[in-house]
Nanobody, 126 residues
Framework: VQLVESGGGLVQAGGSLRLSCAAS????????MGWFRQAPGKEREFVAA????????YYADSVKGRFTISRDNAKNTVYLQMNSLKPEDTAVYYC????????????????????WGQGTQVTVSS
């Protein structure tokens, strides 16, 4: 699976961005998908994840109520809608896919994902 993120950029605090992650290379519809982020000098951290069908989602406490993850299996794309952005949301955002097990699992740990995109920068100014 190849993953390509897009939609990052510079936004003022309180603004919104929508990230997209396009998948190619093999079937996408059985993969759980996740978003992670990494700020300078910090570890890569979990943001949100969605199972293969879109029926189950999970969010980090820091983004709950502000971010929404969704997917369109017909378009092989997963999205991250980010609202009410804060300066502390500034990071490189990475899309990830698991091994395609087609279960209700919503992986939250980095080692549970097998495929990663190259990342897209999100910068939130105060």
């Amino acid at each position: 699976v190849q993953l390509v993120e897009s939609g990052g950029g510079l936004v003022q605090a309180g603004g919104s961005l929508r990230l997209s992650c396009a998948a190619s290379g093999r079937t996408f519809s059985t993969n759980a998908m996740g978003w992670f982020r990494q700020a300078p000098g910090k570890e890569r951290e979990f943001v949100a994840a969605i199972n293969w069908s879109g029926g189950s989602t999970y969010y980090a406490d820091s983004v709950k109520g502000r971010f929404t993850i969704s997917r369109d299996n017909a378009k092989n794309t997963v999205y991250l809608q980010m609202n009410s952005l804060k300066p502390e949301d500034t990071a490189v955002y990475y899309c990830a896919a698991d091994g395609g097990w087609g279960t209700s699992r919503v992986p939250r740990l980095k080692h549970e994902y097998d495929y990663w995109g190259q990342g897209t920068q999100v910068t939130v100014s105060s």
